[in-house]
Nanobody, 117 residues
């Protein structure tokens, strides 16, 4: 089992920044990649960014250039630095831990990010 706890969400004005954190615990040796997803009201959950154990990152086209995913292996923590935030970035952001085989995904409880003036 893997437990994920997100923090760092909140209300921010357009153009502002937020940094989300995801603290992981449990059977982390089995995890191949960590990531962030988001779900806006009335929409499906979508991928935001992922980072593998080797540090390879991938981003949704909509956030490339203004979101950065990183990890601190010593702290078992993954971060999402969000800059130049837009109202359309408003969503609940979920941390994800992914195991390729046997396939398993773990999710945090989510943290609300609201971008509004």
């Amino acid at each position: 089992q893997v437990q994920l706890v997100e923090s760092g969400g909140g209300l921010v004005q357009p153009g502002g920044s937020l940094k989300l954190s995801c603290a992981a615990s449990g059977s982390l040796f089995s995890i191949d990649a960590m990531g962030w997803y988001r779900q806006a009201p009335g929409k499906e959950r979508e991928l935001v960014a992922t980072i593998t154990n080797g540090g390879t990152t991938d981003y949704a086209d909509s956030v490339k250039g203004h979101f950065t995913i990183s990890r601190d292996n010593a702290k078992n923590t993954v971060y999402l630095q969000m800059d130049s935030l837009k109202p359309e970035d408003t969503a609940v952001y979920y941390c994800n831990a992914h195991r390729r085989w046997p396939r398993q995904d773990y999710w945090g409880q989510g943290t609300q990010v609201t971008v509004s003036s």
